[in-house]
């Protein structure tokens, strides 16, 4: 994914001098050929993750279209006040690509991980949050930024994901992809937990009666709140999906529009994801989701009970 | 990188062009009841040789592709740029009147989206070399001989995001970005020898990659020699550490940490600053 993200940013650069990429320190390797092709317009500026978006936004208000990449942590958490004050409030056309967003870097701990990463970026005005659910979507969406005039954040995975996506669906930023029609209950996911979603999804269909739908919400923010409204009226239950804190996030986004608009007639609400809390194991990513109940087994188990509640 | 720092300090007269952008800063006072006065008188004679003398602008396109950039990093000395921009004509001298004000233009920090002039959204501070450094990238891309010049507090670069952005523009070789400190010695809460002494600053910007020079920033003459001979070195960025007089042109404002900003301030306040200016 991470790869096919700077894959597009190199299209892009080879038909746009406007594009460039800025980098904090990456792997050895990155980016190499627009290195050599361009290299006026690639920037590699060391651990300054602070320095970075302000010179992204020097570089924007110029009439560039600056692509950043770092740890999704440090692009988010480390310069927030960058990417409020120099990226938003100017609301220029910067691109923040995260690298492991989630629990990627399980190994590494709580410092690297990046579970707040999407509340906190949807937190600021301006500001569009996309997670992408595999690389072909990723193929789909990056070249989409081009011409945004506001800055974005791109959550990265993993890599090596399941392709899920469908390319007859296409892809738009802001519009939810209807990965599975809503039966019963409708299970809204981000990133990478749409694949969870939708093995959950079928294990559930599989064990017998329980008829999930599957929204990918790729775009947190804005959100597609034409569809989340056109399906809660058509659902008994909706249960949202992601690899990030409760506090803030798809489930709190979605919370929110169905208590604001429509009170008492919302459907009931289950928000599965990270407890706020820090993380306190390593091993994989998986061996994380595991732990906080967001693998498809333990989804399934989860949608299961929150629908014996409510569907009588 | 030779020093011409002789430094004078309180005392010395202000000309009349000097009184009268302060008197402008003082109407501004006025008009929110408020502002970062001592912050402002420091930085007066920097900006009235920049636009008088040096920075390219054209104040009926403010955003002119080809003028020379400058931003004030040490967004809450805004009043002194308000001064110079209704000066130069970017807009009427009777905004200042509703500085602060709920429905004006002129917040307490200038915003980039609000004011023409005003080239970024400053007040957090240690934001404003890193955007210098972008435009100075963007203008080397571009071919463009625009200069961009960025004016930071001495509190300000307590930051550390300015060294990392000095780091980078040193790396760059940016001979197009001038980095000017206004080093009033006084920061908020006391002098900056107390709470974070920058010394030694000129070693400091010339180990990250700086030409450096020493000024009298009070004395228009020296500005205007030293500014008029930028680059100083043909490959480097420029830093100018700019001696000032924080609260300069009041005599119980200058040096004086409690007039780093006033608030409440009353029409008697204000009439004794004029007269003072007179």
């Given amino acids: 994914m991470r790869k096919t993200s700077l894959d597009s940013v190199y299209e892009m650069a080879r038909h746009d001098p406007r594009v460039v990429f800025i980098g904090s320190d990456l792997g050895a390797g990155t980016l190499d050929t627009f290195k050599e092709e361009m290299p006026e317009r690639f920037f590699m500026e060391g651990v300054t993750e602070q320095n970075i978006i302000g010179m992204a936004a020097g570089l924007a208000m110029e009439g560039f279209i600056p692509y950043v990449n770092t740890i999704a942590t440090f692009i ?141 919400m790729h775009t947190v923010k804005p959100l597609d709140e034409t569809a989340v409204l056109d399906l809660a009226g058509k659902v008994k239950g909706i249960v949202t999906l992601e690899e990030h804190t409760l506090v803030g996030g798809l489930g709190s986004a979605v919370n929110d529009l169905l208590g604001d608009r429509l009170g008492r007639d919302a459907p009931p609400v289950l928000r599965l994801g990270i407890p706020d809390r820090f993380p306190d194991k390593y091993g994989t990513q998986d061996d994380l989701l595991g732990y906080y109940g967001l693998q498809p087994d333990a989804i399934a188990n989860s949608v299961r009970e929150f629908a014996s509640r409510h569907l009588g | ?196 002494d920058l010394e030694p600053l000129t070693d400091k910007w010339r180990a990250f990659g700086f030409a450096v020079h020493e000024v009298d920033g009070h004395d228009v003459d020296q500005l205007r020699r030293v500014l008029s001979s930028l680059p100083f070195e043909g490959d480097k960025p420029s830093a100018i550490i700019c001696h000032t007089v924080k609260g300069r042109g009041i005599a119980e404002a200058e040096g004086n940490p409690t007039w780093h900003h006033k608030s409440k301030i009353s029409d008697d306040e204000v009439a004794a600053m004029y007269a003072e200016l007179d």
């Fill in chain 1, 76 to 216: 988010t958490r480390r310069c927030f006040e960058q990417v409020a004050v120099d990226l938003c409030l100017h609301n220029l056309p910067v691109r923040l690509i995260g690298n492991g967003g989630g629990l990627v870097y399980a190994p590494l701990g709580p410092t690297h991980l990046a579970v707040e990463d999407i509340a906190i970026m949807r937190s600021l005005p301006n500001m569009t949050v996309v997670a992408p659910v595999d690389k072909e979507e990723m193929a789909r969406f990056v070249p989409q930024t081009l011409d945004m005039p506001g800055p974005v954040y791109i959550r990265l995975a993993k890599g090596g994901d399941p392709i899920v996506s469908r390319a007859e669906n296409g892809f738009e930023i802001g519009k939810a992809i209807e990965m599975r029609a809503p039966g019963d209950i409708l299970l809204i996911a981000t990133g990478v937990m749409t694949n969870r979603a939708l093995d959950a999804a079928a294990a559930l269909e599989a064990a017998g009666g329980l008829n999930c739908g599957v929204l990918h």
């Fill in chain 2, 1 to 196: 990188m030779t020093s011409e720092a002789h430094i004078r300090l309180v005392g010395d007269d202000l000309d009349e062009r000097s009184l009268a952008l302060r008197r402008l800063v003082v109407r501004g006072l006025d008009g929110g009841k408020r502002g970062h006065l001592g912050s402002a008188f420091s930085l007066i004679e920097i900006l009235r040789v920049l636009y008088d003398d040096i920075l390219r602008f054209d104040a009926k396109q403010p955003r002119w592709a080809d003028r020379d950039r400058c931003i004030l990093s040490k967004g809450h000395g805004c009043l002194a740029l308000y001064a110079i921009l209704a000066d130069k004509g970017f807009f009427p001298a009777e905004e200042l009147d509703r500085f602060c004000r709920f429905d004006g233009m002129l917040g307490g920090h200038p915003e980039r989206a609000k004011v023409p002039g005003v080239e970024a959204s400053t007040g957090a501070l240690g934001h404003g070399l890193s955007i210098g450094l972008g435009q100075a990238l963007a203008m080397r891309l571009q071919k463009r001989d625009s200069r961009v010049v960025v004016l930071m507090g001495d509190g300000e670069i307590n930051e550390g995001s300015v060294w990392e952005a000095a780091m980078s523009a040193g790396k760059h070789r940016l001979s197009n970005l001038v980095a000017m400190v206004d080093y009033n010695k006084l920061q908020s809460y006391d002098r900056t020898a107390v709470v974070q």
